[in-house]
């Protein structure tokens, strides 16, 4: 970094609805049979998000001003590093220039932050006492209990059984900040005693949110926190994309391509986002923006774009969105972020018309990519970033096969260190691919709402 590098924090996150060519499919809600009613999900839902997040997913300004409080806290960590990964260039043999934004310096070690401090301001101000979300590998777990922590919220996590054992140390830290972290399925609620009896694996982000919207409907004064997929947690994330646009500029640097993981979303629209702007504002703009998926969670590459449940339960708002099924599961998977069976509403619509592009790598493939990442710039991505990492050694590969000299920006969202366990059995020879079997694909898509066929034309 250098002083040219120095920005400000944003005052304004990006709402890209406004700058879309077309329009996003509305939300259905699930009937009691647990089929698709006709009708957009409004008021009348029972577990109710706070206006001003509901103005965040419908609004079509451009600019939605960040509040002081959520400013001001942004700053213990805000504006995160552009960093150029000069030794990855000079050891790949690539004229490519690699930048990356790094968002693992914070105490939750990740971007997550980013819409956990938001959504907790939002809350609180609504008159929520205490919140329950799922998380997958743990980072938005951790942000929001740090989160929570900041706005005096309670705050209870399900955390997918598989993390929740590889990983104890962000356990810990979600403890040192008040949470109460629980292993999903859990003996909590009336779902995870199910899956529990009845052997049913359950070990997936999915059904961690199953059992925290359970609750959270149990519970008075409590209300569901998602990390990823909703329009509100992208637009918080953008902060990230907006940050590196500035820092670019000032190098007098516009990227060529911009990658990022893929979970539900949050992660590749936050930076991604504020750079496919300019190319759905003049067309002679030419980024190409590319998601990075996991092969053994493969939602946009091979999954199907269909209305599906956003949780495990069938109860939940019904979504237009590429999906591999909400029954979908996915064992022996490292990357526990990117486990999530489906892409948001708005990401997914973004690539069914063609404004970005998605890829999957296989986990020993990205975990090699990751190793060689922090000998040469000596720092550990967690296994969802490495996959960024990966996907941007690839373009740069490319680059150098093509004779071209591209700018690559991709986003290291969150640090590796409580990784050892994943990164101990690649160093090992023990990591093996997930293989997913296409009858296994087929058998989860079986139970998606058949929407199209009561009469819905979603577009």
Same mark, same amino acid.
């Given at each position: 970094?250098?002083?040219?590098?120095?920005?400000?924090?944003?005052?304004?996150?990006?709402?890209? *609805?406004?700058?879309?060519?077309?329009?996003?499919? =509305?939300?259905?809600?699930?009937?009691? !049979? +647990? &089929?698709? @009613?006709?009708? #957009?999900?409004?008021?009348?839902?029972?577990?109710?998000?706070?206006?001003?997040?509901?103005?965040?997913?419908?609004?079509?300004?451009?600019?939605?001003?960040?509040?002081?409080?959520?400013?001001?806290?942004?700053?213990?960590?805000?504006?995160?590093?552009?960093?150029?990964?000069?030794?990855?260039?000079?050891?790949?043999?690539?004229?490519?220039?690699?930048?990356?934004?790094?968002?693992?310096?914070?105490?939750?070690?990740?971007?997550?932050?980013?819409?956990?401090?938001?959504?907790?301001?939002?809350?609180?101000?609504?008159?929520?006492?205490?919140?329950?979300?799922?998380?997958?590998?743990?980072?938005?777990?951790?942000?929001? *209990?740090?989160?929570?922590?900041?706005?005096?919220? =309670?705050?209870?996590?399900?955390?997918? !059984? +598989? &993390?929740? @054992?590889?990983? #104890?140390?962000?356990?810990?830290?979600?403890?040192?900040?008040?949470?109460?972290?629980?292993?999903?399925?859990?003996?909590?609620?009336?779902?995870?005693?199910?899956?529990?009896?009845?052997?049913?694996?359950?070990?997936?982000?999915?059904?961690?949110?199953?059992?925290?919207?359970?609750?959270?409907?149990?519970?008075?004064?409590?209300?569901?926190?998602?990390?990823?997929?909703?329009?509100?947690?992208?637009?918080?994330?953008?902060?990230?994309?907006?940050?590196?646009?500035?820092?670019?500029?000032?190098?007098?640097?516009?990227?060529?391509?911009?990658?990022?993981?893929?979970?539900?979303?949050?992660?590749?629209?936050?930076?991604?986002?504020?750079?496919?702007?300019?190319?759905?504002?003049?067309?002679?703009?030419?980024?190409?923006?590319? &998601?990075?998926?996991?092969?053994?969670?493969?939602?946009?590459?091979?999954?199907?774009?269909?209305?599906?449940?956003?949780?495990?339960?069938?109860?939940?708002?019904?979504?237009?969105?590429?999906?591999?099924?909400?029954?979908?599961?996915?064992?022996?998977?490292?990357?526990?972020?990117?486990?999530?069976?489906?892409?948001?509403?708005?990401?997914?619509?973004?690539?069914?018309?063609?404004?970005?592009?998605?890829?999957?790598?296989?986990?020993?493939?990205?975990?090699?990519?990751?190793?060689?990442?922090?000998?040469?710039?000596?720092?550990?991505?967690?296994?969802?970033?490495?996959?960024?990492?990966?996907?941007?050694?690839?373009?740069?590969?490319?680059?150098?096969?093509?004779?071209?000299?591209?700018?690559?920006?991709?986003?290291?969202?969150?640090?590796?260190?409580?990784?050892?366990?994943?990164?101990?059995?690649?160093?090992?020879?023990?990591?093996?691919?997930?293989?997913?079997?296409?009858?296994?694909?087929?058998?989860?898509?079986?139970?998606?709402?058949?929407?199209?066929?009561?009469?819905?034309?979603?577009?």
């Amino acid at each position: 970094m250098t002083s040219s590098d120095i920005v400000d924090i944003p005052r304004h996150w990006y709402n890209v *609805a406004a700058d879309l060519p077309f329009e996003l499919p =509305a939300d259905l809600t699930p009937d009691q !049979a +647990g &089929s698709a @009613t006709s009708q #957009p999900v409004g008021r009348s839902m029972a577990l109710q998000l706070p206006l001003a997040l509901v103005r965040q997913t419908i609004g079509k300004t451009s600019e939605i001003a960040i509040p002081d409080p959520v400013r001001e806290l942004y700053r213990a960590w805000r504006p995160t590093p552009l960093l150029r990964a000069h030794r990855l260039e000079q050891a790949l043999g690539t004229k490519a220039r690699i930048y990356y934004k790094y968002e693992g310096g914070n105490v939750s070690g990740s971007h997550k932050l980013a819409t956990a401090i938001a959504q907790a301001f939002y809350y609180r101000s609504a008159g929520v006492q205490r919140l329950t979300t799922g998380t997958g590998a743990g980072q938005w777990g951790t942000a929001l *209990a740090v989160a929570c922590r900041s706005f005096g919220l =309670a705050c209870k996590v399900y955390m997918v !059984a +598989g &993390s929740f @054992t590889q990983k #104890p140390q962000r356990k810990t830290i979600m403890q040192l900040h008040g949470a109460d972290v629980v292993p999903s399925p859990s003996l909590d609620t009336r779902s995870g005693k199910l899956a529990r009896d009845r052997k049913i694996d359950g070990g997936n982000m999915a059904f961690a949110v199953t059992e925290a919207l359970e609750d959270a409907l149990a519970s008075q004064g409590s209300a569901l926190s998602v990390g990823s997929g909703e329009a509100y947690s992208i637009l918080h994330s953008t902060v990230i994309g907006l940050e590196a646009d500035e820092q670019l500029a000032k190098l007098g640097e516009r990227p060529d391509v911009v990658l990022a993981s893929l979970g539900a979303g949050s992660n590749f629209g936050g930076i991604a986002l504020p750079f496919l702007k300019y190319k759905l504002r003049d067309s002679k703009h030419t980024v190409r923006c590319v &998601s990075v998926e996991s092969s053994a969670c493969p939602k946009l590459t091979q999954g199907v774009y269909r209305y599906d449940y956003t949780d495990g339960s069938g109860v939940t708002a019904l979504q237009k969105m590429y999906t591999l099924g909400h029954r979908f599961r996915t064992h022996n998977m490292h990357a526990g972020g990117l486990r999530y069976h489906a892409c948001s509403k708005l990401i997914s619509a973004l690539y069914h018309h063609k404004w970005t592009e998605a890829v999957a790598y296989t986990q020993t493939d990205v975990f090699a990519s990751a190793v060689q990442f922090t000998q040469l710039e000596g720092i550990l991505p967690a296994p969802e970033s490495a996959h960024a990492v990966h996907g941007a050694i690839q373009e740069a590969l490319r680059a150098r096969q093509d004779g071209t000299s591209p700018v690559i920006l991709f986003c290291l969202s969150g640090h590796g260190l409580y990784d050892m366990s994943s990164y101990a059995e690649y160093l090992e020879g023990r990591m093996e691919n997930v293989v997913i079997d296409d009858d296994a694909i087929r058998s989860s898509l079986g139970y998606l709402p058949d929407v199209e066929a009561r009469g819905q034309r979603p577009s």
